[in-house]
């Protein structure tokens, strides 16, 4: 029913950005929170950064200062402008969205949905 498609990971040297987006398809009323998260090898998934509809946000302490979490409602879609990365940064991230879906019947529920992951690696 609603799908994320996740696009501009890659390789970068430290010191170096990215920026990612993240676009929400499908049977879509209206979406609540984004956010991205990021697992690294051998670690658990973890939040990088979320925003509300309202366009509040959230950060790890990690990437305060350095990444920038924002939304284009009209677009569906969520950006995270990621500068100044470090080897530390290198994992994969995820998009996640909190969506209001509209069945046929033209019932709406929230569901929580996440994007394939794009792969972040920061190395020189």
């Known amino acids: 029913q609603v799908q994320l498609v996740e696009s501009g990971g890659g390789l970068v040297k430290p010191g170096g950005s990215l920026r990612l987006s993240c676009a929400a398809s499908?049977?879509?009323?209206?979406?609540?929170?984004m956010g991205w998260y990021r697992q690294a090898p051998g670690k658990e998934r973890e939040l990088v950064a979320r925003?509300?509809?309202?366009?509040?946000?959230n950060s790890a302490d990690s990437v305060k200062g350095r990444f920038t979490i924002s939304r284009d409602n009209a677009k569906n879609t969520v950006y995270l402008q990621m500068n100044s990365l470090k080897p530390e940064d290198t994992a994969v991230y995820y998009c996640?969205?909190?969506?209001?879906?509209?069945?046929?019947?033209?019932?709406?529920?929230?569901?929580?949905?996440w994007g394939q992951g794009t792969q972040v690696t920061v190395s020189s």
């Open positions: 996640n969205a909190q969506v209001v879906v509209v069945t046929n019947g033209g019932a709406r529920y929230e569901n929580n949905y």
């Open positions: 499908g049977s879509i009323s209206s979406i609540n929170a």
């Open positions: 925003i509300t509809s309202s366009s509040s946000t």
